[in-house]
DNA sequence: CCCAAATTTCGAAAAATATGGAAATACGAA
DNA sequence: TTCGTATTTCCATATTTTTCGAAATTTGGG
């Protein structure tokens, strides 16, 4: 992981509203969600949220595939797993640092 | 940790140049770094350094210690351990998320 | 082909960020 | 106190980000 990659994952999810979206894709699990969908979580214009997912997927922290007429969004965890290792990589000195390596989410 | 206060830490080293600045600062460990040395291995003027590092004390990620003249800086491990937390809790669903969990390295 | 639904792109304004020179401040030493 | 070093604050500017209405686009169905 190049430190310019990890910077524009770190800064696309250093956006509140961006940082909610990530976390409603995680929560909806592997299924995805429509773009639809999060919308009406987010309560947002389309055109911002449009945005904000093409921010998140242009990083590499999102995926999109379409069915239809809608697009489906997914969290990608590989993606994040690399992110969180970098920042590992130069964390976990000293104190505890065991985030929750065995854990089942979405 | 809440949104919030996450969002705030990830924007903070969401820009290249202080995600540079920690990663030395995480690299000088415990002993931390005078703010003058840091500035001597960025090569950036010393009124932009001490934007970014106000930015990275402000949101919690760094430390700062008077001795005389100079302030010894230094990456906050808590800080980032907790961060590392809610981004893990979003994370790990599934793909191997086991963030180097006994690293040793400042 | 034409329509309707889903989503993006365009265009534009407000706000926030990044940057750095110059001046101010903090601190210890002489 | 006066000086010199270390660092911040002030101020101003260029750039980027955020926001969103309106128009355009995509896709499948009738």
Chains 1, 2 share one sequence.
Do not use: F
């Not at 911002?48 to 595939?65: A, I, M, N, P």
């Amino acid at each position: 992981m190049k430190l310019e990659k990890a910077a524009s994952q770190l800064e696309a999810l250093g956006n509140p509203t961006r940082l909610q979206l990530y976390r409603i894709l995680v929560r909806a699990g592997d299924d995805g969600l429509a773009v639809g969908s999060v919308q009406g979580k987010l309560d947002i214009p389309s055109s911002t949220l449009s945005h904000h997912l093409k921010r998140l997927v242009d990083t590499g922290l999102v995926t999109q595939e379409r069915q239809a007429t809608t697009l489906i969004c997914r969290a990608n965890y590989p993606g994040m797993n690399a992110l969180i290792g970098y920042l590992a990589d130069e964390c976990c000195a000293d104190a505890a640092c065991a985030p929750a390596a065995g854990k089942a989410l979405a």
